[in-house]
């Protein structure tokens, strides 16, 4: 069975710093999909970025990036230049290429920003 | 239109009340789902309904009844429930076969079950 991990409970950020999110997951899979989601207060589960399995290259959307390390099943989310409005609870998720698959959440990350 | 709208966006029921969640979206998606959420953990996959038609069902109590009347709407059924089901209920669909673009959530209905 497909298992997702966030082994850090909380983190804290300074405003303009960096900050990374841990994420592991196993999967007997290779084809699949990896997503970081957002949930701040509101509720909303907002998708921060995405990675496809097959793709080598970390992806990046403007301040977030991701480091994905397949070979040791690591998916890490880095925000850089953290701002007030990016405290959130955040879950990494994967999910199976194909229709049957669903998504799986790791714990999630509440992440807190400092002004 | 990209979004997925849920309402009510809160709903306080008793324990022998019957209410009805919905959960609508005009993005064309063609599977749809139902997620419990309570404080501080993820979400759980309640149902997942594709073209219409209900292709999982993650043992959910029977006090708990998915419709899907068209490609645009779901609907979750409550009736008889337990304080425990109090949680966010979270509706999302995703796009394409294969989930390359994730899944679009709603802001969720909070449900208290008193």
């Known amino acids: 069975a497909q298992t997702v991990t966030q082994s850090q409970p909380e983190m804290s950020v300074q405003e303009a710093e960096t900050v990374t999110l841990s994420c592991t997951y196993d999967t007997s899979e290779s084809d699949y999909y990896l997503f970081w989601y957002k949930q701040p207060p509101s509720r909303q589960m907002i998708l921060v970025i995405r990675?496809?399995?097959?793709?080598?290259q970390n992806a990046t959307e403007n301040r977030f990036s991701v480091n994905f390390q397949k070979a040791a099943k690591s998916f890490s989310l880095k925000i850089s230049d953290s701002q007030l409005g990016d405290a959130a609870m955040y879950f990494c998720?994967?999910?199976?290429?194909?229709?049957?698959?669903?998504?799986?959440f790791g714990k999630g990350t509440k992440l807190s920003v400092k002004p | 239109d990209t979004e997925v709208t849920q309402t009510p966006k809160h709903l306080v029921m008793g324990m022998t009340n019957k209410k009805s969640l919905k959960c609508e979206q005009h993005m064309g998606h063609r599977a749809m789902y139902w997620y419990k959420q309570k404080a501080k953990k993820p979400p759980e996959l309640m149902f997942v309904?594709?073209?219409?038609?209900?292709?999982i069902n993650e043992s959910v109590p029977s006090r708990f009844s998915p419709e899907c009347p068209n490609s645009s709407l779901l609907n979750l059924h409550l009736h008889a429930l337990q304080p425990e089901d109090s949680a966010l209920y979270l509706c999302a669909s995703r796009a394409g076969t294969d989930g390359v673009y994730g899944y679009t959530f709603g802001s969720g209905t909070r449900l208290t079950v008193v």
């Open positions: 998720a994967y999910r199976y290429r194909g229709s049957q698959g669903n998504l799986i």
């Open positions: 990675q496809e399995a097959y793709k080598q």
């Open positions: 309904y594709s073209y219409e038609k209900l292709s």
